[in-house]
Antibody, heavy 117, light 108 residues
Framework: QVQLQESGPGLVKPSGTLSLTCTVS?????????WTWVRQSPGKGLEWIGE???????NYNPSLKSRVTISVDKSKNQFSLNLSSVTAADTAVYYC??????????WGKGTTVTVSS | EIVLTQSPGTLSLSPGERATLSCRAT???????LAWYQQKPGQAPRLLIF???TRATGIPDRFSGSGSGTDFTLTISRLEPEDFAVYYC?????????FGQGTKVEIK
C-alpha cells in the first residue's frame, strides 16, 4: 500500500523559498500516476498547487506558476516542491498526494508551514 | 480555468436526515473528471466518489454521486454521526485541477 510522507522546514522567512519533499513508500514513483501538491490555508479550502509525472512533465496552478517548481528524484522515490518569494499568504498545511487518473487516491498526512520572520 | 462553486456553504442537519450537496462548474465537464472528498478537522481529505458516481473502496452506500455537464450532486441518504465534516468537489480539465470551496455539514 502506497504511503506518502511530507518533510521540510515548518518555518520560512518572508521573501524566502519554501521547500518540501514527499517520500513515496510501498510503491514506485515511476508508476503511471501524477504526483501532486495541495495546500490548505488556515480555515480555508483546498488549493491545487501543481503536479509532476515521473518523466518530469509538470502542470501548475496558473495563480502560482511563476513561483512554483516541482521536481522528481526517481533514485530516492521522492518528489519536491519549491515555492519562491513567499509571504504570509503562503502559510498553510501542505499535502503531497497521488492522482490516479482524475482523482486523489492517496494523501500524505500534511505538514504545516508558517511564513514569518 | 474552470471554477467549481459548492452550495450551500454550510448545511445544518440532524443525524438520520438526508444531505444534498451541490457542485456547479463554469464549463461542462466529462463525468469521469469529477470527484468528491470528505475532510474532518486535523485530517487529510478522503476520497468518497470518483467519476461522478463511483464510490471509492470502503465508502458506505449511503453516499452517492450524480450529475452531468455543469451540475453535480453528492447525496448522503441518512446522516451518521461520523458524516459531519467538510465536503469538497474537484475537477480535472485540460491539465488543470481545481477544488470547490467546500460545504460544511454540521450537526443541527
Amino acid at each position: 500500500q502506497v504511503q506518502l510522507q511530507e518533510s521540510g522546514p515548518g518555518l520560512v522567512k518572508p521573501s524566502g523559498t519554501l521547500s518540501l519533499t514527499c517520500t513515496v513508500s510501498g510503491g514506485s514513483i515511476s508508476s503511471s500516476v501524477w504526483w501532486t501538491w495541495v495546500r490548505q490555508s488556515p480555515g480555508k479550502g483546498l488549493e491545487w498547487i501543481g503536479e509532476i509525472y515521473h518523466s518530469g512533465s509538470t502542470n501548475y496552478n496558473p495563480s502560482l506558476k511563476s513561483r512554483v517548481t516541482i521536481s522528481v528524484d526517481k533514485s530516492k522515490n521522492q518528489f519536491s516542491l519549491n515555492l519562491s518569494s513567499v509571504t504570509a499568504a503562503d502559510t498553510a498545511v501542505y499535502y503531497c498526494a497521488r492522482y490516479f487518473y482524475y482523482y486523489v487516491d492517496v494523501w500524505g498526512k500534511g505538514t504545516t508551514v508558517t511564513v514569518s520572520s | 480555468e474552470i471554477v467549481l462553486t459548492q452550495s450551500p456553504g454550510t448545511l445544518s442537519l440532524s443525524p438520520g436526515e438526508r444531505a444534498t450537496l451541490s457542485c456547479r462548474a463554469t464549463q461542462s465537464l466529462s463525468s469521469s473528471y469529477l470527484a468528491w472528498y470528505q475532510q474532518k478537522p486535523g485530517q487529510a481529505p478522503r476520497l468518497l466518489i470518483f467519476g461522478t458516481s463511483t464510490r471509492a473502496t470502503g465508502i458506505p452506500d449511503r453516499f452517492s454521486g450524480s450529475g452531468s455537464g455543469t451540475d453535480f450532486t453528492l447525496t448522503i441518504s441518512r446522516l451518521e454521526p461520523e458524516d459531519f465534516a467538510v465536503y469538497y468537489c474537484q475537477q480535472y480539465y485540460s491539465s488543470q485541477r481545481t477544488f470547490g470551496q467546500g460545504t460544511k455539514v454540521e450537526i443541527k
